[in-house]
């Protein structure tokens, strides 16, 4: 199946445009078909570099023929745009209960995928080795092989130091803390392996595929956990340390008597979590164990649940009321397994969000449930991947490899 929401990405800013083929390149990745001559026009390029570029990235396989323009007179010029299916990309999620792994093209369009059950918690050797064995399996029913992978993106459910893929202390994870994930994937998969908190993934994976016009924007996932993906002006921000965005152990002053799994007392996570708001239904008398279970009771017109879920959107907006001062995000989506399907939830953290926070803050700004609902982190672990191998340097680099070996 492909998700064909996925992949609109804005060009750059003309001004910073420099006359590689690489640079070139970024223009066509919006999908939009251009000429050599209107390539030419808008970059300020002489049409002989234009001509030998696109020359270059049609032999590359990223830039194919899209038709021919209307002519003026003479032979109509022909049109070029990016080729999504050039190469592939692994997008893996990885969950605290299970792993999802998708091939998908370059503009993020899932061609195979398949949901495989496991726990983190069984060490980063043996969840690493199901994820890639399942990955092999999944390229020929792609109609793909391995010369096609393009790279392997991975969310996993915890912090992780971006630059070198490393797990930092999660607390879901045991044994993953430090484990190189990008030297033991790459035992088996020698290509580029991008790593990221599942979270920030999801982030990025949302925001490209449904609210690429929005700048400053933020993902916010409810589920056994709390977090948040932060992207401002269009960077994700990860942080010194890849915490960025930790808003579950944030205090909300409601909670003072209640413990957290971290030690401290009132956090977010230990209020408005799936598992949070699943206990204190228990402590009422409903039969209710996880954030499943919650939602299972809200969609049975329980007024107690329906009241417990709309209480955890206050708690979340008393938190969000402060980012939304300090961040001032024009758009917040709110996903993970009990965002995405709480309307409850999300009318309570409205409710808060637009009366605490600053009037100038919240002018503009819309709140709202995902749209790429689960997929979000496979859209995003695949963005992840090709926003660094369709980047400027990393194509211009590919190119002159392959000139040196030809």
Not at 300 to 324: C, K, M, T
């Amino acid at each position: 199946m492909t998700n064909t929401a996925a992949g609109r990405v804005k060009p750059p800013d003309v001004p910073g445009l420099q006359g590689r083929a690489g640079d070139i390149f970024q223009l066509l990745r919006d999908g939009q078909a251009r000429t050599r001559a209107e390539l030419a026009l808008t970059t300020g390029l002489a049409r002989s570099t234009v001509a030998s570029r696109i020359d270059a990235l049609i032999g590359s396989g990223l830039v194919g023929p899209a038709g021919e323009a209307s002519s003026s007179g003479g032979r109509p010029p022909s049109r070029f745009a990016f080729y999504p299916g050039a190469r592939v990309v692994l997008a893996v999620d990885v969950g605290a209960t299970h792993a999802v792994v998708a091939v998908t093209d370059l503009a993020a369009g899932i061609l195979a995928e398949r949901r495989l059950e496991q726990e983190v918690a069984d060490g980063p050797e043996t969840v690493l080795d199901r994820i890639i064995a399942l990955g092999l399996e999944l390229l020929p029913e792609a109609g793909r092989g391995l010369g096609d992978l393009a790279g392997m993106g991975i969310g996993l459910p915890g912090p992780v130091e971006h630059d070198t893929g490393r797990p930092v202390k999660p607390p879901i994870m045991p044994g993953w803390d430090g484990f190189n994930v990008v030297e033991y994937v790459q035992r088996s998969l020698p290509v580029p392996v991008l790593v990221d908190n599942d979270v920030n993934i999801m982030a990025l994976g949302e925001r490209t595929a449904y609210w690429p016009e929005h700048d400053n924007f933020l993902f916010i996932k409810v589920a056994t956990g709390v977090g948040a993906g932060i992207i401002s002006s269009g960077q994700l921000q990860r942080g010194a340390n890849g915490t960025a965005g930790d808003l579950g152990h944030v205090r909300v002053p409601r909670g003072d008597s209640v413990l957290c799994r971290c030690g401290n007392y009132g956090c977010l996570e230990a209020l408005a979590s799936g598992p949070a708001v699943a206990r204190q239904l228990q402590e009422q008398g409903l039969d209710a164990a996880t954030g499943a279970d919650v939602l299972r009771l809200v969609r049975a017109g329980s007024p107690q649940a329906v009241q417990a879920l709309r209480q955890a959107g206050r708690d979340v907006g008393d938190v969000l009321a402060i980012v939304v001062n300090l961040l001032n995000p024009s758009m917040i989506v709110i996903g993970g397994s009990v965002g995405e399907a709480g309307e409850h939830l999300v009318a309570g953290t409205r409710e808060v969000v637009y009366r605490r926070s600053l009037p100038l803050a919240t002018a503009h700004l819309r709140i709202g449930i995902s749209m790429a609902g689960p997929r979000a982190a496979i859209l995003g672990a695949s963005q992840m991947v090709t926003q660094h191998v369709l980047s400027p340097d990393v194509i211009e680099a590919g190119l002159a490899g392959s000139a040196v070996a030809g």
